[in-house]
C-alpha cells in the first residue's frame, strides 16, 4: 500500500512537498506516479518517476515547477511543487505500479 502527506492550503506562488510512502512491496522495483484530480475533471497524470530514477517525465502544466523524486533506501517518493497556482488545486494520488493507488491528499491554491 501507499500513503501520501503533506496536502494543504498554500498562496499562489507558495511551495508544497507531498510524500509518499509505501509499504508491503519491494519499493525500488516500482514505478512510481503523482496524479491528481480536480473538482468535475478527471485523474490526470502528473509526475512519473521508474525504478532507477533514471526515467522522470511531467505533464506539461507543471514541467519546471514540480519535481519528482524518490528515496529507495526508505521507501518514499517525493513530489516538491514550487511557484503554485489556483489551477494546481486538486486531490494528489501517488501510484505504486499500475494499479496501488494512495488514499490521496488534498491541495489548495487560493490567496
Known amino acids: 500500500q501507499v500513503m501520501e502527506s503533506g496536502g494543504g492550503l498554500v498562496a499562489p506562488g507558495g511551495s508544497l512537498t507531498l510524500s509518499c510512502v509505501g509499504s508491503?512491496?519491494?519499493?525500488?522495483?516500482?514505478?512510481m506516479s503523482w496524479h491528481r484530480q480536480a473538482s468535475g475533471k478527471e485523474r490526470e497524470l502528473v509526475a512519473i518517476?521508474?525504478?532507477?530514477?533514471?526515467?522522470?517525465r511531467y505533464e506539461e502544466s507543471v514541467e519546471g515547477r514540480f519535481t519528482i523524486s524518490r528515496d529507495d533506501a526508505n521507501h518514499v517518493t517525493y513530489l516538491q511543487m514550487n511557484n503554485l497556482k489556483p489551477e494546481d488545486t486538486a486531490v494528489y494520488y501517488c501510484?505504486?505500479?499500475?494499479?496501488?493507488w494512495g488514499q490521496g491528499t488534498q491541495v489548495t491554491v487560493s490567496a
Open positions: 501510484k505504486a505500479g499500475r494499479d496501488a
Open positions: 508491503g512491496f519491494t519499493f525500488k522495483d516500482y514505478v
Open positions: 518517476v521508474g525504478v532507477t530514477g533514471a526515467y522522470i
